[in-house]
């Protein structure tokens, strides 16, 4: 059974630039959320994707949107890249029945590298 | 809003160690609270949790209990090894979701 996979694993973009991450869900699971990780912090809630429809969202701006299709699987888009949007992009997923996120599955993250 | 602080690291052991690492956490209501883990270029995985107050969660040899009065969810494991060598984070997710929030992380380097 493939755990939550996401790609690609590691992008360079130039400011000003937009970048496209994609996540595939552990199967089973229904909902995708997505976490920003700079380096040497902790993850920050970006938003959650619940039945293709964004169900929660952090404080992120605009810039950073998503969708999710039939098959669960996700994709999170930055527009407009800055310096600061540098972050390794941590996908994770779990099922909707699942209550307060004890049963979190994170993908390995897409290493975003805005120069 | 809701928050979570643990110690800065890094911390650096030898081997058969203990390991405390401290969280605190700030929340409207009675979160659950977690600890992950993140072994270099690995995703992050659930090391124990715990859903109520006085909760004790344990896995691995690890162990925190969920202290309401304190507001915290110290980690400790009595004897440490190289191969916990990794980046803990502390988190507590509110019951309405799914939603996590994570403390800065604390880096352990358990030296033989």
């Known amino acids: 059974d493939a755990g939550v996979t996401q790609s690609p694993t590691h992008l360079i973009k130039t400011r000003g630039q937009q970048v496209t991450l994609r996540c595939s869900p552990k199967s089973g699971h229904d909902t995708v959320s997505w976490y920003q990780q700079a380096l040497g912090q902790g993850p920050q809630f970006i938003f959650q994707y619940y039945e293709e429809e964004e169900r929660q969202r952090g404080n992120f701006p605009d810039r950073f949107s998503g969708h999710q299709f039939p098959n669960y699987s996700s994709e999170l888009n930055v527009n407009a890249l800055l310096l600061g949007d540098s972050a390794l992009y941590l996908c994770?997923?779990?099922?909707?029945?699942?209550?307060?996120?004890?049963?979190?599955?994170f993908g390995s993250g897409t290493q975003l590298s805005v120069l | 809003g809701n928050s979570v602080t643990q110690m800065e690291g890094p911390v650096t052991l030898s081997e058969e160690a203990f390991l405390t690492i401290n969280c605190t956490y700030t929340?409207?209501?009675?979160?659950?609270l977690f600890w992950y883990v993140q072994y270099p270029g690995e995703g992050l995985q659930l090391l124990l949790k715990?859903?109520?107050?006085?909760d004790k969660g344990s896995n691995k040899g690890f162990e925190a209990t969920y202290r309401k009065e304190t507001t915290s969810f110290h980690l400790e494991k009595g004897s440490v090894q190289v191969s916990d060598s990794a980046v803990y984070f502390c988190?507590?997710?509110?019951?309405?979701?799914?939603?996590?929030?994570f403390g800065g992380g604390t880096r352990v380097l358990v030296k033989p």
């Open positions: 994770a997923s779990s099922s909707l029945a699942d209550r307060g996120g004890e049963k979190l599955f």
């Open positions: 715990a859903t109520k107050a006085d």
């Open positions: 929340a409207t209501g009675y979160p659950s």
């Open positions: 988190a507590l997710s509110m019951a309405a979701g799914n939603k996590l929030t």
